[in-house]
């Protein structure tokens, strides 16, 4: 049988690696469709030649037979959003030129006229399955494997791409600091075109032996009732998750609150990131399951590259420590290193973890790297060996729920409104989203907007997440001499 670069997938056995509803696979299983499936994509040619395939669908058993299949046919994988409005899907997939989409029946409808406007051929998984395994090509470490877009502070996202040595190195070094086995189970809800539910749960569940549980979504009381029943041993999340089942616990009986917070007790480990954990909920977790949460910090362009320790202690309100192969350090604004510890700096990264390349975007890579040394565009201090992350270098990007979002590419999208004149996006601190989209609108003259209809007209022109979750009417935005809105002036005015 024909193996991909690295055993992304365990070794062939009947230990059970994917559930999805009442559906059980086995490793062998996953590995037969997934050979299948790399055979269906080659058709006539021996390689992919790093081809750009993109797959639309959430967590299932085609996704992994997408994204493993792809990886083995010599392909690059291009996992997108399921919750992108289609307008925004029409970048992603130009700027990689993609040729070929992989997607859920459910999905097709939706994706024909667009896939069609780019000549990209749309498919499903189980019409690319061949009937059986055919040769696959040998992939070297340094080939491109998969690209995922990010906000970064230009108008639009970027294709950042991951080579099988990137991947290698994002998953063992996690499979080893946060001590992975095959005894592991745990359930998979986030979204797959993210580094943290791709590389951190999925990829690295399959690559121990582990079995991963697949969700749609995040379903609270199917898992619920999994974790009541003892099911998970793992369970890694976004606050916004963590904030979400604390509101949930307050809707149900008290009793079965314990049993739920019982079962969560039992586990080895629950992980809090992709955003900043607040001390808050750090605190609240822990009262309630006796769990310390494992804050720890990544970002798309390198996996993860610090983290709290498995075994030590976990510190509220820090990210830890750098993880074993990536090297960190923290530089000033003259790009000078700082030694001393409580001085604010630049977190810059080096290690196999970090991407190769924006694609098709020679300047953006050059500009993001100095001296070797990733820069990574947050600023952080290091108190007694531990990393605490105090914000963006840039106000334009804003975390929340999980997501990193350009608020230029929202005010993009607002500014077309006919009544808005002009507009400023920022992050505003919150418990549940740890930033809330926050509008700053000054309306045309004569024209008046309420909050409820500029959400209903969002609806449809971007993702749900993305939408302003207040608005606030201003006169005038405030301005330097340059012309350029001053952003934390805006702050300030809250």
């Not at 769990?291 to 820090?318: D, F, K």
Request: aromatic fraction near 8%; proline fraction near 4%; charge should be negative.
């Amino acid at each position: 049988m024909a193996e991909s670069p690295f055993p992304y997938l365990h070794n062939d056995s009947e230990r059970v690696a994917l559930v999805e509803a009442d559906n059980t696979y086995t490793y062998s299983e996953v590995n037969s469709r997934v050979n299948r499936f790399a055979t269906g994509l080659l058709g006539n040619k021996d390689d992919l030649q790093e081809e750009r395939i993109a797959f639309f669908m959430p967590a299932s058993l085609d996704y992994v037979t997408t994204m493993h299949g792809v990886w083995r046919a010599g392909g690059i994988a291009v996992p997108l959003n399921v919750a992108s409005a289609v307008s925004e899907l029409d970048h992603y997939l130009s700027c990689a030129s993609v040729t070929r989409m992989v997607a859920n029946a459910e999905y097709q409808e939706s994706l024909r006229d667009l896939c069609a406007s780019l000549n990209i051929e749309l498919m499903s998984a189980d019409e690319v399955l061949a009937d059986a395994a055919g040769p696959l090509p040998k992939l070297t470490p340094e080939r491109r494997a998969m690209m995922l877009f990010t906000s970064g502070t230009t108008n639009k996202p970027k294709g950042v791409v991951s080579t099988h040595k990137t991947i290698h190195a994002q998953i063992t070094t996690l499979i080893d600091a946060w001590e992975w086995s095959e005894n592991d189970v745990i359930p998979l809800f986030l979204p797959l075109h993210h580094i943290h539910g791709i590389i951190n749960i999925l990829s690295c569940g399959l690559w121990a032996g582990a079995t991963v549980h697949l969700f749609a979504k995040f379903d609270i009381p199917k898992i619920s009732h999994q974790i009541v029943a003892g099911t998970y041993n793992v369970f890694m999340a976004v606050p916004t998750i963590y904030v979400k089942l604390i509101q949930y616990f307050d809707s149900i009986d008290p009793a079965e609150v314990q049993k739920i917070c019982d079962g969560f007790k039992d586990m080895r480990l629950n992980i809090s990131g992709s955003a900043a954990c607040p001390v808050k909920l750090f605190n609240q977790w822990k009262g309630l399951t006796g769990q310390v949460l494992l804050e720890r910090y990544g970002m798309t362009e390198i996996g993860m590259g610090i983290s709290n320790p498995y075994n030590g202690e976990r510190r509220a309100g820090a990210v830890g420590q750098a993880l074993p192969g990536v090297d960190c350090e923290l530089f000033d604004e003259n790009d000078s290193l700082i030694t001393e510890e409580a001085v604010a700096g630049e977190i810059r990264i080096k290690g196999d973890n970090v991407f190769l390349e924006y694609w098709d975007n020679a300047t953006a890579t050059k500009e993001s790297f100095k001296d070797s040394w990733f820069c990574t565009g947050d600023v952080a201090v290091l108190e007694d060996g531990y990393y605490r992350i105090m914000g963006r270098s840039s106000v334009d990007i804003i975390k929340s729920g999980g997501y990193k979002l350009s608020a230029l590419e929202i005010e993009g999208v607002l500014l077309t409104h006919d009544d808005i004149e002009e507009v400023a996006v920022i992050g505003v601190e919150d418990d549940t989203w740890g930033e809330a989209v926050t509008a700053f609108v000054a309306v045309k003259a004569g024209a008046s907007l309420e909050y409820e209809a500029l959400k209903e007209w969002c609806d449809g022109r971007m993702s749900s997440y993305k939408i302003p979750k207040s608005l606030i009417l201003i006169e005038a935005l405030p301005r330097n001499a340059m012309g350029k809105v001053t952003k934390p002036v805006l702050k300030e005015m809250l």
